[in-house]
Structure formats: C-alpha cells, structure tokens
C-alpha cells in the first residue's frame, strides 16, 4: 500500500489527498518564499527609481529658477564686501537683479501681447518653454542674446523676435553700482 493511499473499516483501499493542514512539500513553500521575496525586491527598486526620478526633476526645476552666483575668473576676491566690479565683468548673482520695466507682471504681459504662435509649431502641435539667455548691459540694454534650450517649430526665433522687441530694462545693482548681469528668461508656448 502506497503512503498517499489509506484503507477504511471495510479493507477499501482509497487514494489519499493530503489537506492544507498536511502542508505541501518543502521545495513548493521555498518557491513561493522565493517569489514574494523577488516581489518585494521589484517593487522596491521601482519605488526607488521613481522617487530618484522625481528628485532629479525637482533639482532640475530649481536649477532653472535659482541662479548660480559667479564671480570674476581673473579676481582672486571672494565674494565679501570688497570686492568691485571692473567694468566689464558680468555677473549671474547680484544684490538687485535687472528687472523689466514694471515688474515681472509687465514682462508676462508684454510677452504673451507681443507672442506670435508659430504656424509650424501650431500644425506639430509643439509646446513648452525656449530659455534663452542676455546680458542686461549698465544702460538697461540686452546684448549677447542665445538661446540656451528650444523645442522647434520656428518657437526659438519667436522667442528671440520678442526679446529684441523689449524696452530697456531696470539694470541690475552690485555693492550699489549698477553692474552687467546675465539673465535666462524663459518663454512658455502653450497651444490654446
């Protein structure tokens, strides 16, 4: 008699099912300890890849909006009170940063009055933001205008197009001089 048979009252052999009280064999329990185990594992690295992700686009947006103080190459000076502007340094990080005339409302304003979509992008349907970059010279003139990131579709030359259309600006100030300061502004294209 086999050990997955047993014989009842009457000598009838009958074939024996083990219940889930008898267990399963030890190779099927380590298998599916081995399978959650792998599960936890995967959703773990996809839960930290997420979240790195996340995190690096976070730093990217701030890297965009918070500017990076520089100073001269050929100074030796920290950046404390003693230090001056020769003239023709350009600066990223300044005590009062260029502004456009009225505020940075104005600017909103003056660029989505001046934006003309362009009918390449319109027909690709290209949207997003084209950075680009200028000095804001003593006078409150720009110069040195580029275009740092764009997305095509004609949306970089629109971008530069307003940008040469702006009045002067407010320039900007460093230890109460008025100082040439580099500035990346960027110019949204959203599809209405």
């Not at 185990?37 to 790195?52: D, E, G, K, R």
């Not at 992700?53 to 000076?77: G, H, S, W």
């Not at 970059?133 to 110069?143: C, H």
Request: with cysteine; proline share 7%.
């Amino acid at each position: 008699m086999d050990s997955n048979q047993k014989e009842d009252e009457f000598g009838i052999v009958e074939p024996h099912e083990p219940g889930p009280a008898e267990g399963k064999k030890p190779a099927s329990r380590f298998r599916i300890f081995f399978i959650l185990v792998m599960a936890v594992f995967f959703v773990t690295a996809v839960v930290t890849v997420w979240f790195s992700y996340l995190k690096q686009k976070e730093q990217q947006a701030i890297a965009e909006r918070v500017p990076v103080c520089v100073f001269p190459k050929d100074t030796n000076q920290a950046a404390d009170s003693t230090y001056h502007s020769r003239g023709n340094d350009i600066l990223l990080c300044v005590e009062e940063y260029p502004e456009f005339p009225g505020g940075q409302k104005a600017l909103m304003n003056f660029i989505n009055g001046n934006l003309h979509y362009p009918a390449d992008a319109k027909k690709l349907g290209i949207q997003g933001k084209v950075f680009v970059t200028f000095v804001v010279e003593k006078e409150g003139t720009l110069t040195g205008l580029r275009v740092l990131r764009g997305i095509g579709g004609g949306c970089e030359e629109e971008a530069v197009r307003i940008v040469k259309k702006m009045p002067r600006w407010v320039p900007g100030k460093f230890k109460g001089e008025r100082v040439r300061v580099q500035y990346n502004l960027p110019v949204k294209f959203t599809l209405p």
